[in-house]
C-alpha cells in the first residue's frame, strides 16, 4: 500500500516554463488536495477535489491549474513558473471530509524557480 | 485573523524531558477538530494525534498528548519522556465541519523541536 506517491521530487525550473506536478494515491479517497509549504510558514491551500470531475480553489490559486479525470489522480500544473512558486508542494487526500477524517501526506515535491 | 496560531518559533528540550508545544486556534464553527504533524528533516508530514471538539477527554496516543482547553480555543502537544528522534518541525492544523473548502486544514506556522542529549 503506496499511500500518496508525487513526483517528481525535486525539479528547478526556469521563468516563464511550465511542468506538472503529479499525485497518485491508491486508498481509494474521494477527497485530494493540493497545498504549497513556504520557508518558515505552514501550509497553505492551492485548489482541493471532493471526486473525479470536481475541482475547486482554495486561498492560493493563481498561477496554477488541476484536473481529476480518475479517483487516484490529481495532477497539479504550472503555467509560466515564477519565482513566487519556489516552495515544497504537498499533495493530501483523505477519505471524506469528515471533522476526524485524518489527511495522508504525499512525501512533497521541492521546486525551486529560477 | 489566523486560524491557527504557533507562538514558539522554537523549543530546545533534553533528552528524557517532557515538552509543551503551544497552539491556540480561531473559530467560531461550533463543530472542529485539531491536528497536531510531524515534520522531520526528511520533510514529509507525519499525522500524530487528533482532539474533537466535542471530545471530553483529552486525546493521548503514545507519548504523545494534547492539553485541549476549548474556553481558551488552545491545543497543546506535550511530548512526554523526549527522544533524539522528536527533533522536528510540529504543526498544529484545524479542520472546521462549515465552510466552502471542504475539509481542508489550516495549518499554524510549526514550532521547530530541538532534542539535545
Known amino acids: 500500500n503506496a499511500g500518496v506517491t508525487q513526483t517528481p521530487k525535486f525539479r528547478i525550473l526556469k521563468i516563464g516554463q511550465s511542468m506538472t506536478l503529479q499525485c497518485t494515491q491508491d486508498?481509494?479517497?474521494?477527497?485530494m488536495y493540493w497545498y504549497r509549504q513556504d520557508p518558515g510558514m505552514g501550509l497553505k491551500l492551492i485548489y482541493y477535489s471532493v471526486g473525479a470531475g470536481i475541482t475547486d480553489k482554495g486561498e492560493v490559486p493563481n498561477g496554477y491549474n488541476v484536473s481529476r479525470s480518475t479517483t487516484e489522480d490529481f495532477p497539479l500544473r504550472l503555467e509560466l513558473a515564477a519565482p513566487s512558486q519556489t516552495s515544497v508542494y504537498f499533495c493530501?487526500?483523505?477519505?471524506?471530509?469528515?471533522?476526524?477524517?485524518?489527511?495522508?501526506f504525499g512525501p512533497g515535491t521541492r521546486l525551486l524557480v529560477l | 485573523a489566523q486560524k491557527i496560531t504557533q507562538t514558539q518559533p522554537g523549543m530546545f528540550v533534553q533528552e528524557k524531558e517532557a515538552v509543551t508545544l503551544d497552539c491556540t486556534y480561531d473559530?467560531?464553527?461550533?463543530?472542529?477538530?485539531l491536528f497536531w504533524y510531524k515534520q522531520p528533516s526528511s520533510g514529509e508530514m507525519i499525522f500524530l494525534i487528533y482532539?474533537?471538539?466535542?471530545?471530553?477527554q483529552n486525546a493521548t496516543e503514545g507519548r504523545y498528548s494534547l492539553n485541549f482547553q476549548k474556553a481558551r480555543k488552545s491545543a497543546n502537544l506535550v511530548i512526554s519522556a523526549s527522544q533524539l528522534g522528536d527533533s522536528a518541525m510540529y504543526f498544529c492544523?484545524?479542520?472546521?465541519?462549515?465552510?466552502?473548502?471542504?475539509?481542508?486544514?489550516?495549518f499554524g506556522r510549526g514550532t521547530q523541536l530541538t532534542v539535545w542529549p
Open positions: 482532539q474533537g471538539s466535542y471530545d471530553q
Open positions: 492544523a484545524m479542520r472546521e465541519y462549515r465552510g466552502s473548502t471542504l475539509g481542508r486544514l489550516y
Open positions: 473559530t467560531s464553527d461550533p463543530s472542529y477538530g
Open positions: 493530501a487526500s483523505s477519505f471524506s471530509r469528515e471533522i476526524e477524517e485524518t489527511q495522508y
Open positions: 486508498m481509494n479517497h474521494n477527497y
